[in-house]
Nanobody
Framework: QVHLVESGGGSVQAGGSLRLSCSAF????????MGWYRQAPGKQRELVAT???????IYADSAKGRFAISRDNAKNTVYLQMNSLEPEDTAVYYC?????????WGQGTQVTVSS
């Protein structure tokens, strides 16, 4: 089992920045992909960004140029630096980890961006 603990959500005004963190605990060996998804009210959960253990990244189009994902393998932690936030970024952000093709999710952290 993998337990994911998120932190760093909050409320900011448009144009502001937030940094999300997610640490993995438990059976952390063989975790390959880690990343972030988000779910806005009334919408499906969607990819924000992912990063592999070797550092390869994937970003949603909405995140490119504004968000940056990084990872500290020694700390089993993934980060999401979010800049130039927009009201459309308001959502619950979920940490994600893939371990031997099994998906694990964090409890979610709220990000609210006001105009």
């Amino acid at each position: 089992q993998v337990h994911l603990v998120e932190s760093g959500g909050g409320s900011v005004q448009a144009g502001g920045s937030l940094r999300l963190s997610c640490s993995a605990f438990g059976s952390i060996f063989y975790i390959n992909v880690m990343g972030w998804y988000r779910q806005a009210p009334g919408k499906q959960r969607e990819l924000v960004a992912t990063i592999t253990s070797s550092g390869n990244t994937i970003y949603a189009d909405s995140a490119k140029g504004r968000f940056a994902i990084s990872r500290d393998n020694a700390k089993n932690t993934v980060y999401l630096q979010m800049n130039s936030l927009e009201p459309e970024d308001t959502a619950v952000y979920y940490c994600y980890a893939d371990r031997t093709s099994v998906a694990y999710w964090g409890q979610g952290t709220q990000v609210t961006v006001s105009s």
